[in-house]
């Protein structure tokens, strides 16, 4: 257990963390990267108090005993003649919420924990949270960005788009420029915008103008387990991992460019030579899955096997995991996540974009095109022995770029600059045994 409280510390900070992701250690994306702020904050001696913004209700999360937990409801329902009618108009820029984000008790709830500390920090995950931070001036306010919103939702409508054969929408086109107009004034009010990578920290100062957005790495819980490579026995089938809600749009590409682009140049002898684990929560009856799934229909090597609870024994019965996305945003989770297990990864560099710390033929396997995909995968089905290295390689990048105590320094020394928080340095909060491992 990490001591929250340095012993020169009488009262320890308190940062207040909002979120419509719950924590979540034993999954990829955004219930992964909520851990790990959480984590960092408690590693640098904070209190932490977590406001969950839920859109239908869930059990409060059980991997953090020392944090406080308040859950507000969501409610996405019918929004009143006289909102839409200004959200069109697009002013007051404070009617532009309710059509975009719901309606809520989140500011109401901010401004009570503001007025009982006004000194205590606010991080804000995405826009469905941050979007009050306008509302809340001289107040300690975080951006935490998992994604440049404006781009994410463009890259939806344009999957959409091409699978219907048609051109953009009025209404899309008058949302995507309310949620910019949204980001640019979050992001300029904003004392501190923590990113997922540093190529995203410079597209947003650049895009908005602003100096005060930052990388801040993602550390994975209970990282001090390593799986490593899963040994190949001879004869046995290269067994590769493919992890993502399936309609998820980066885990769409990936899956559309395996099956119709890489599959389709494999020998039938490779082929009977590979079986590809598809996991992640599979919504039968959406378009894009059972279009995914049409796509399988020629390879039975190819299994969905849905949402799994225990990650640690999918990446047991598999020996590679493949990350193909031709289109995505934000960071990669799964590659960081397989780094601190130790596992090897063949990715696209759009796949890996937002990862850094990249050596490709080192930590991690990268190929872009249709034909260097399948010849690599046809080189891993003659000899695998390979993987080992790439997946050691990627447990010693973990270990030095992404480990608990790395995010924890960079976290304190980004709010020291940013935001005026003085606190020990992240070493003299961490117990012996994890400092030696750092």
């Not at 990490?2 to 994306?29: D, E, L, M, W």
């Not at 999957?159 to 004034?185: D, F, N, P, T, Y």
């Not at 020394?413 to 070493?427: F, T």
């Amino acid at each position: 257990m990490i001591n929250p409280v340095s012993p020169s510390r009488q009262v320890p900070p308190r940062v207040h963390i909002y979120s419509h992701h719950s924590p979540a250690p034993n999954t990829t994306g955004p219930g992964l990267a909520i851990c790990s702020q959480i984590q960092a904050f408690l590693d640098l001696g904070f209190e932490v108090d977590f406001v969950h913004l839920q859109v239908k209700p869930s059990a409060p999360p059980s991997h953090f005993k020392e944090i406080s937990y308040t859950a507000i409801p969501l409610q996405i329902g019918k929004v009143p003649f006289y909102v839409r009618l200004l959200y069109l108009v697009g002013w007051p820029r404070r009617f532009n919420w309710r059509p975009l984000f719901g309606r809520s008790s989140l500011l109401r709830e901010a401004r009570a924990r503001i007025r009982k500390d006004p000194d205590a920090l606010h991080v804000f995950n995405y826009l469905v949270t941050a979007h009050i931070i306008p509302a809340l001036p001289k107040t300690r306010a975080i951006f935490a960005c998992h994604d440049i919103e404006t781009e994410y939702l463009e890259r939806s409508y344009a999957i959409v788009r091409a699978a219907e054969g048609r051109s953009i929408l009025r209404w899309e086109r008058r949302k995507l420029r309310r949620v910019e107009e949204m980001e640019c004034q979050v992001v300029s009010e904003a004392k501190l915008v923590l990113c997922v990578s540093a190529a995203e920290a410079c597209q947003i100062n650049r895009r908005w103008a602003i100096s005060n957005a930052a990388y801040l790495p993602l550390s994975v819980a209970n990282d001090t387990r390593t799986i490593g490579a899963t040994v190949r026995a001879p004869g046995e089938p290269l067994r590769l991992l493919h992890l993502g809600e399936v309609a998820h749009f980066p885990t769409l590409t990936s899956l559309e460019f395996l099956l119709t682009r890489v599959f389709p140049l494999l020998d039938a002898a490779t082929l009977s030579q590979l079986e590809l684990d598809v996991v992640g929560k599979l919504e039968i009856g959406d378009p894009s899955v059972e279009a995914v799934m049409a796509m399988a229909r020629p390879y039975p090597q190819v299994r969905f096997t849905g949402f799994a609870p225990d990650l640690e024994a999918v990446y047991r019965r598999n020996h590679l995991q493949l990350v193909a996305s031709q289109q995505a945003t934000g960071v990669r989770t799964r590659i960081i996540e397989s780094w601190a297990m130790g596992f090897p990864v063949l990715s696209t560099t759009v796949g890996a974009g937002g990862v850094e710390q990249l050596a490709p033929g080192h930590n991690i396997l990268l190929v872009d095109e249709p034909l260097q995909f399948a010849n690599c995968l046809r080189q891993l089905v003659e000899d695998s022995t390979s993987l080992k290295a790439i997946g050691d390689a990627g447990r010693a990048t973990y270990d030095a770029h992404f480990s608990r105590p790395s995010v924890a320094s960079r976290l304190r020394d980004l709010l020291a600059r940013h935001v005026g928080s003085q606190l020990p340095h992240a070493a003299e909060l961490l117990p012996e045994a994890e400092q030696q491992t750092a």
